[in-house]
């Protein structure tokens, strides 16, 4: 398979800040260690996504468990659009132009493909919509057209720690169409995927000052290193 160089999460990363970027692929044992806290918050993340595929039952789940499974994983979700073996994936993959992408819930309706992309969030923030911007890319670009594009997230109803006690997930999640946001985002897309590919290309860090941007939208796990670096200077 040939290698990717960018993923929904180092393309946001990206986003973020081109420096975290580029050491997160580099340099990734200066990362920060994780804190318990953010520990949980991508635990709470993974749960309210596998819950939140019972909205849509009776799907095939495709969640590739290693890398080393994406290429089947990929594989699999072609030939499944392409017999129509199934209406509703879980995590289907999708490459284009070495960028990846593994997608909460894909369903066919009436004929016409829409995507889901699960957030355990009680709103929808800018980064959620460059996320999905991101997505809609390269699945539309890989070959399959996307009729429609839904964040679901969390009603204010949803109690985080009673996740395992609901009966019924209906009214607990919103589905919010987002396709109007994000076709205009498509243009910013391609120029900042042109930023970031770019920037994998240099032999060192590029010089990027810390900054408000360290902590938004979330805190980056070079700040250790980062600061070490300013302290020296
Ligand atoms: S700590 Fe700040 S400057 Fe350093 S890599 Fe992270 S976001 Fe960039």
């Not at 960018?6 to 994780?34: A, E, H, M, W």
């Not at 699999?76 to 129509?84: D, E, H, R, S």
């Not at 679901?152 to 009966?167: G, I, P, R």
């Amino acid at each position: 398979m040939e290698k990717h160089e960018l993923s929904k999460s180092t393309f946001i990363r990206g986003v973020q800040c081109l420096k975290s970027l580029y050491l997160n692929k580099k340099r990734p044992f200066l990362r920060d260690k994780l804190s318990p806290e953010q520990l949980a918050i991508f635990r709470r993340g993974h749960k309210v996504g596998s819950l939140a595929q019972k909205l849509f039952p009776g799907g095939v789940d495709l969640g590739a468990r290693s890398p080393a499974q994406y290429r089947k994983v990929l594989d699999l979700t072609q030939q499944i659009i392409k017999n129509n073996a199934y209406d509703i994936l879980y995590e289907a993959g999708f490459q284009f132009d070495r960028l990846l992408v593994f997608l909460d819930i894909l369903v066919r309706e009436n004929g016409s493909w829409h995507a889901y992309e699960v957030k355990s969030s009680y709103k929808i923030s800018n980064t959620f919509l460059l996320d999905a911007a991101f997505q809609y890319y390269v699945i539309t670009n890989s070959g399959l057209p996307l009729e429609d594009f839904y964040i679901v997230y969390a009603s204010e109803d949803l109690v985080y720690e009673k996740l395992d006690e609901y009966d019924n997930l209906e009214p607990l999640f919103i589905r919010e169409n987002v396709l109007d946001r994000i076709l205009p985002l498509q243009d910013f897309i391609k120029e900042q995927i042109i930023r970031e590919k770019e920037t994998l290309l240099l032999d060192k860090s590029p010089e990027i000052p810390m900054g408000p941007h360290c902590y938004d939208p979330y805190p980056c796990d070079f700040i250790g290193h980062c600061t070490r670096q300013a302290q020296r200077k």
